[in-house]
T-cell receptor, first 116, second 115 residues
Framework: GENVEQHPSTLSVQEGDSAVIKCTYS??????FPWYKQELGKGPQLIID?????GEKKDQRIAVTLNKTAKHFSLHITETQPEDSAVYFC???????????????FGQGTILTVHP | DGGITQSPKYLFRKEGQNVTLSCEQN?????MYWYRQDPGQGLRLIYY???????QKGDIAEGYSVSREKKESFPLTVTSAQKNPTAFYLC??????????????FGPGTRLTVL
């Protein structure tokens, strides 16, 4: 099955710096790659996703890049703010076909701390 | 206000007892999921359901059971057979099982502690 590796496990930056989190996946059939942000004691929130037919997607200070050949994708946060501090998870999914289930496989998470 | 609700937020259980976690959604989503989260780990899939009266085991179903009698509701029972039940439990839903792309939305979670 699919395996997703996420690095680093912890990341500490100063406010205003950029943060980059990287994930690799094993199944070349994966075609959907969401990123989730989880604040302490809460459920994960979808912040951005990318599909295999594009290489990059941006939403204000957040961007995601996908390299299908190398089977890795990354989350980039620019101009970080203290409220960006949270745990970030990447995931990968193979699109379902017919009655086949498109399972989400998650990375282990990155604890991001932004210091004022 | 559409979304996913889970109750209770905190739950304490004595060893040997079964306990049921509630999950309700008003997003009109067909598919629902239960995940378990342990400290420092990603989310692991317990059960999922594509449609009412249908559900399938995920990666770590042993010691858990579910039902899907209504589209809006997908309760999870943690049985006494689950050897290490203390964890944070997350419910999620999606429009379908990823016939397009599997965009899942999560509830706020229930923290279960076995005393």
């Amino acid at each position: 099955g699919e395996n997703v590796e996420q690095h680093p496990s912890t990341l500490s930056v100063q406010e205003g710096d950029s943060a980059v989190i990287k994930c690799t996946y094993s199944d070349s059939a994966s075609n959907y790659f969401p990123w989730y942000k989880q604040e302490l004691g809460k459920g994960p929130q979808l912040i951005i996703d990318i599909r295999s037919n594009v290489g990059e997607k941006k939403d204000q200070r957040i961007a995601v890049t996908l390299n299908k050949t190398a089977k890795h994708f990354s989350l980039h946060i620019t101009e970080t703010q203290p409220e960006d501090s949270a745990v970030y998870f990447c995931a990968a999914s193979i699109r379902a076909g017919g009655t086949s289930y498109g399972k989400l496989t998650f990375g282990q998470g990155t604890i991001l701390t932004v210091h004022p | 206000d559409g979304g996913i609700t889970q109750s209770p937020k905190y739950l304490f259980r004595k060893e040997g007892q079964n306990v049921t976690l509630s999950c309700e959604q008003n997003l009109n989503h067909d598919a629902m999921y239960w995940y378990r989260q342990d400290p420092g780990q990603g989310l692991r899939l317990i059960y999922y359901s594509q449609i009412v009266n249908d559900f399938q085991k995920g990666d770590i179903a042993e010691g858990y059971s579910v039902s899907r009698e209504k589209k809006e509701s997908f309760p999870l029972t943690v049985t006494s057979a689950q050897k290490n039940p203390t964890a944070f439990y997350l419910c999620a839903s999606s429009i379908d099982l990823g016939l397009r792309y599997n965009e899942q939305f999560f509830g706020p979670g229930t923290r279960l502690t076995v005393l």
